[in-house]
């Protein structure tokens, strides 16, 4: 072999990454020619040296996140001599093919075979056949940093070119095999540069550059577990959390038990895993079953994960607590996980912590209730939290504990694939639902990988999902373990106690004045006591407005004075509306039909709506209930139906065409 031809050589470092480009180019990324005159090679030499030696510049590192495991991707695009103007197309393909199955490169130094989506016995100079006359071929080398940890390499690829393929929205016709014999285990992926639908492969620039990384380390986290660098490993023996030096006690137990004797001989790192197992025994995970010897909790990583997941919890109650500039008061501080299940707690949001890495959620909230009590609860989705944007802080909410539900991408799932012997697709669900674009089937689709990797449903070889009879209560389960269980958040006023306190509108202390509002656990200290105060400068508001007057015996409101309280609202909403868009809105009601691009939400005290600007008259808007599933078609249009307080609305390419034909109609008229 060649140096050229020897792509085991690896350069460059698993510890930096090259930063993204600054400019938001969407620019395809085109494959390069294999064939390539001196007069080219030498400017090309001639700009990499320009690149590398000419005036400095300022270039910021993209960061992963925190623990993630490291892999190098070398992707490699070649057109092949026929597109470049020469002849032939497989000759260098079928050269490269037989190197990927050279002998003596398998994990015991066998040789290597190569494998596909479904075969761990793949035909390679079938699929140099496939190749013949496509413009060109992509070559891809996987090297994950701790590739001998992963015991199943064949899986790693598979899931991983399946990530790819949803990313490109294509099923892509691939080979592998894996290769044992540099120290470090690594994959050579070649992958065909033709869609499935005939068409030339383009993968974009910047996933070529990051996305393809991203996705093969993402997937190596989730096997392996977060990656600790080697100067952490002393902070890693005093971690409440599942480390990696747990994993290397787990994986060098038998029977459950760690002896000296079976640790690697490596010094520090040997002499960290005791220390980490000293660690475990104070935290009550490990015990000595005899000198030298420890016998490990059997659900240790479990055990780990709840820990961390209580520290975390501990911290974000402390930054929300810091927030009011209050100290830790612990006899104030309660958990509604912790109380009876019927608990409901109503009163001021004090804030969003995130709990964990992932901004999606979970998050944890903070509301001091009308009880004087700060109450705390973990919400699974950062969508379950889309009714609280843009309200003030000090918003009035109530908290629930909720069973756990299957989300809606379930629902819809179990749907399609009921009426499709219990089979999921792409293809079904756009034959069935073809309103639906591509992303919003994306979506479902991720959410499957999801629970294939928790053995829920199953995926064959062509992509298709297969569900169990029983899957809305395996995923409704799968929700509620692992202290996964997500409160309701309810907004009942989304102005603070010191607005409402002014507000021309009705106001959920006018609720509490008038007992709507359940006082059962009203308490006159913290909160409580703040509402008290602001119900008197309520009085003095509403006096002023002439809807109510104080009495020797106490405040009498006027007659229908929340109505009157009503009508004000709708006015400035109206005037505002009308002030900031140049369109006179008006309020749908009940049974309704509204048309329209959707803008926006408005908050008012008892309800949220939504903006929607007639498609029919320019100068015209409406106001429709508004609900969190609305905001995935923000600014796009929509069709629906008033029903009482709720709004039944689609979305999508259906819509867009149901309302351009209408318009027509309408405009021939």
């Not at 029977?255 to 690697?264: I, K, R, T």
């Not at 964990?356 to 909230?365: E, F, I, N, S």
């Not at 029919?616 to 923000?634: G, K, N, Q, Y």
């Not at 039944?648 to 065409?657: A, L, S």
Request: glycine content about 10%; charged content about 35%; some cysteine.
């Amino acid at each position: 072999m060649t140096s050229k031809d020897d792509e085991d050589l690896f350069e460059g470092d698993v510890g930096k990454r090259r930063p993204r480009s600054s400019q938001n180019n969407a620019s395809l990324f085109r494959p390069p020619s294999a064939v390539n005159s001196k007069r080219v090679a030498k400017r090309q030499r001639a700009a990499w040296y320009n690149r590398a030696r000419g005036a400095p510049s300022v270039k910021l590192a993209h960061e992963r996140p925190a623990g993630q495991q490291r892999v190098i991707i070398k992707l490699k695009p070649v057109v092949h001599a026929a597109a470049a103007g020469g002849g032939g197309g497989g000759g260098a393909l079928m050269r490269h093919a037989l190197y990927v199955e050279r002998d003596g490169a398998g994990r015991e130094g066998d040789p290597v075979q190569v494998f596909d989506r479904e075969l761990d016995r793949a035909d390679g100079a079938a699929f140099v056949g496939r190749c013949e006359n496509d413009r060109h071929h992509f070559r891809v080398i996987i090297s994950p940093e701790h590739g001998g940890e992963i015991d199943d390499l064949k899986g790693y690829t598979r899931d991983l070119v399946r990530r790819v393929e949803l990313d490109l929205g294509t099923r892509i016709d691939w080979i592998a095999a894996e290769h044992h014999d540099t120290g470090r285990p690594h994959v050579h992926l070649l992958m065909r540069g033709r869609r499935e639908d005939g068409r030339d492969l383009v993968i974009p620039h910047p996933y070529v550059s990051h996305g393809f990384r991203e996705r093969a380390e993402g997937l190596a986290t989730e096997l392996l577990g977060p990656r600790l660098e080697p100067d952490r490993l002393d902070r890693a023996v005093k971690l409440e959390r599942f480390t990696e030096l747990d994993r290397d006690l787990l994986g060098n137990a038998r029977g459950g038990e760690v002896a000296l004797a079976y640790l690697p001989d490596d010094g520090k790192r040997a002499s960290r895993l005791v220390q980490r197992l000293n660690r475990l025994e104070e935290l009550g995970l490990a015990e000595q079953s005899r000198p030298g010897a420890w016998r490990l909790q059997a659900d240790l990583e479990d055990q780990l994960t709840r820990l961390a997941a209580r520290r975390e919890r501990e911290r974000a109650t402390a930054r929300l607590l810091a927030q009011e500039g209050r100290g830790l008061q612990p006899e104030r501080t309660r958990e509604l996980e912790a109380a009876h299940s019927s608990q409901r707690v109503t009163g001021r949001l004090v804030g969003l912590e995130q709990l964990g890495d992932d901004a999606r959620g979970p998050h944890l909230v903070g509301v001091e209730g009308v009880d004087g009590k700060l109450w705390t609860a973990r919400v699974g989705r950062l969508e379950d939290l889309r009714g609280l944007a843009d309200v003030e802080r000090g918003a009035i909410v109530q908290l629930d504990r909720a069973t756990p539900e299957i989300r809606a991408s379930d629902r819809t799932i179990w749907e399609i694939a009921e009426k499709n012997d219990l089979t999921y697709s792409a293809e079904l669900h756009r034959s069935l639902r073809p309103g639906d674009r591509d992303n919003y089937i994306t979506m479902h689709e991720r959410r499957l990988e999801a629970l294939r990797r928790d053995g829920i449903v199953t995926r064959d070889s062509y992509g298709t999902f297969h569900l169990p009879d029983d899957y809305q209560s395996r995923v409704a389960a799968r929700e509620g373990l692992g202290g996964r269980e997500s409160a309701r958040v309810t907004l009942l006023d989304p102005h603070s106690l010191e607005r409402q306190a002014d507000y021309r509108g009705p106001t959920w202390l006018d609720r509490m004045a008038e007992g709507i509002e359940d006082r059962s656990q009203f308490r006159q200290e913290g909160f409580g006591k703040d509402v008290s105060e602001a119900w008197k400068r309520r009085e003095t508001t509403l006096e002023k407005l002439g809807l109510g007057e104080s009495r020797a015996d106490g405040f009498h409101p006027a007659q229908d004075w929340r109505g009157a309280l009503l009508t004000m609202e709708e006015k400035a909403v109206r005037d505002r509306i009308e002030r900031e868009t140049g369109r006179v809105p008006h309020f749908a009601r009940d049974g309704d039909p509204v048309q329209g691009l959707y803008t926006g939400r408005i908050h008012m005290a008892e309800q949220s709506y939504a903006l929607i600007e007639r498609a029919d008259h320019r100068f015209s808007s409406t106001l429709v209930p508004w609900r969190p599933e609305m905001d995935r078609a923000l600014n796009q249009l929509v069709s629906g139906r008033v029903n009482g307080r709720d709004f039944d609305f689609k979305y999508g390419k259906g819509v867009e065409k149901e309302i351009a034909k209408a318009l027509s109609i309408g405009g021939r008229g």
